[in-house]
């Protein structure tokens, strides 16, 4: 790889991004919120992977969709100044060579222009997950019990916030 693209996915990127999401469902459910059997399905694209190029969220992906990030700013007046990421994964063979950092950086600078807070959540079962958004000057403000159930194991969330101004 020479270079890396950063780019939010439009309507002729839906079957890729689907793949990878259903990749990252496969290999780590308790990541997600999303269940792979529900995204699996014969439902339109636009399922709870929260993917639809029409929308306002951001979809951001680099090199041929190995990694991917979800952003989205609340639509409430009295929560628009507050964004949410998820979706963040990157492949497994694309871990450790900072592409992660990039993509993140990214997404954070995309985020800073439109929203005053960024929240996101990770299982308390990740702490390498954990480490990398403390990394971003990301707080952890809670943990939210049995936030997934996933084949009937409870997992909680760590709830985490980076404030821009």
């Known amino acids: 790889m020479n270079r890396t693209e950063i780019r939010q996915l ?12 259903l990749g ?8 997600f919120a999303a269940d792979y059997g529900e ?4 439902a339109p694209i ?4 929260g ?14 969709c190995v990694q991917i990030a979800t952003f ?12 949410m990421i998820w979706n963040m994964y990157v492949s497994e063979e694309r871990r450790g060579t900072g592409l992660a950092d990039i993509l993140f950086k990214h997404v954070l600078q995309a985020a800073s222009q439109k929203v005053d ?12 997950g954990s480490k990398f958004y403390r990394k971003f000057g990301f ?15 409870d997992f909680d969330a760590l709830m985490m916030v980076k404030k821009f101004r």
């Not at 993917?51 to 041929?64: C, G, I, N, Q, V």
Request: aromatic share 8%.
């Open 10 to 21: 439009n309507a002729e990127d839906a079957a890729e991004y689907q793949a990878v999401f």
């Open 24 to 31: 990252a469902l496969q290999s780590a459910p308790a990541a």
């Open 39 to 42: 995204e699996s399905g014969p």
């Open 46 to 49: 636009k399922s709870r992977s």
């Open 51 to 64: 993917f639809d190029a029409r929308s306002s969220s951001e979809h951001l992906w680099t090199d041929a």
């Open 72 to 83: 989205l700013q609340q639509a409430s007046p009295k929560r628009r100044h507050v964004g």
């Open 117 to 128: 807070q960024v929240e996101l959540y990770v299982a308390v079962e990740n702490p390498r």
């Open 139 to 153: 707080e952890s403000y809670g943990v939210m019990p049995r936030a997934l159930r996933v084949q009937g194991a």
